[in-house]
């Protein structure tokens, strides 16, 4: 990691801007080197002196957060969070642009000091900066111009002949740097695809709606949040919702869940797998995307020794090699991917 950050803080409200600043410095290992109030002060900024990490805002005047995202990405790309507070359809959808446009994460501004979600919101801030400022970037999304040969891990497991299985249900788990693979996986399916996929992306409450109406003009099929007692069909994709625990029942139905003891994280990628594991063992795929910590790599594992199919990205191309790389460490997974050999994986199993 490295010793000091250089963070360029971009936001149009003086009040929100110093808040940033405030929590940014107050860390031993950051330095907050500028400030922008519009994103066009930011460009400029980052053509002068190169800021390791910038958090940027998305509604400013002259330039929007976008607008900079998309400039910055494309001549001197440096780690980018997206760092807003307004969940109006105008805002949300521009967030998207700028993750699609290679901004690495979504954070929600920190409440104040006097907030009883204050001391998480600000743990969860100086988290995200320190994991992102370590993130290599050459060019616009180079991560995924690569193909990555595909590679195995061997465990005792039940071996499965793939071509002979009927597949009935996808569950795909990810976090940090999630919608920019599940935008590139998901938009390569064809319009013919007709395995149900399941997804527990963790993000902030209040960009769900936007991330999938944002993949819905990206995809051939079906992306909608999930509703209790809903049943799968083909061709469509489910999205837990934020405040809930997503699992299937063996009639293919979702149950969503407030509370489940035993699970820290809501949406808990776990609890999903666990569900998954248990009802279709053979007959489920299991796969781990990009995201920090470990959710999910245990309960990947399960689902292997239950038969099912596993797989994980691959270091290459992840933001955060935490979730996919504690399944590798555990031999969870049949196999390590990058994003273009999942495509090809999955389309494969469909019949």
């Known amino acids: 990691m490295k010793d000091i950050i250089n963070i360029l803080v971009v936001e149009d409200s003086s009040v929100v801007r110093d808040f940033l600043v405030f929590i940014l410095s107050s860390e031993p290992d950051m330095n907050v080197i500028g400030t922008a109030a519009n994103g066009r002060e930011a460009v400029e900024f980052v053509k002068r002196k190169k800021p390791d ?8 005047p002259v330039m929007n957060g976008m607008e900079a995202t998309r400039e910055i990405m494309s001549s001197i ?8 507070s307004s969940y109006s359809q105008s805002e949300v ?14 954070l929600a501004k920190p409440n104040g000091i006097g907030h009883k979600d204050f001391e998480k919101n600000r743990k969860e801030l100086i988290k995200i900066v320190r994991v992102m400022s370590e993130v290599k970037l050459v060019t616009r999304k180079s991560k995924f111009s690569k193909v990555v040969q595909e590679t195995t891990i061997n465990k005792p497991a039940v071996d499965i002949d793939e071509s002979k299985i009927n597949y009935k249900i996808i569950a795909i788990g990810v976090s940090t740097g999630g919608p920019q693979v599940l935008q590139k996986i998901l938009s390569a399916l064809p319009a013919s695809f007709n395995i149900p996929i399941v997804i527990v992306q963790h993000i902030p409450p209040g960009f769900m709606e936007g991330m ?6 990206c995809t051939a099929l079906d992306v909608s949040i999930a509703k209790d007692k809903e049943e799968l069909k083909g061709g ?14 063996n009639k293919m139905r979702v149950e969503l ?22 009802h279709f063992e053979k007959k489920a795929v299991g ?6 910590g470990k959710d999910g790599a245990e309960e990947l594992a399960m689902i292997r020794e239950r038969g099912g199919l596993t797989i994980a990205q691959d270091e290459e191309s992840s933001v955060v090699y935490g979730m996919p790389g504690e399944a590798a460490k555990l031999g969870a997974c049949k196999y390590i991917m990058s994003p273009d050999k999942i495509v090809e994986k999955l389309i494969s199993l469909n019949k």
């Open 257 to 278: 869940k407030e509370d489940a003891p035993g699970y820290n994280i809501k949406p808990s990628v776990s609890y999903m797998y666990r569900s998954v594991g248990k």
């Open 287 to 292: 796969v781990l995307l990009t995201g920090m």
């Open 93 to 106: 959808e521009k967030t998207y642009k700028a993750i699609d446009a290679g901004a690495l994460a979504i």
């Open 212 to 217: 999938v109406e944002w993949l819905n003009g």
């Open 236 to 249: 469509n994709i489910y999205f837990c919702p934020p405040e809930y625990h997503l699992g299937i029942d």
């Open 77 to 84: 790309p440096v780690p980018i969070i997206i760092v807003t």
């Open 53 to 60: 990490l910038i958090t940027m805002d998305i509604e400013m």
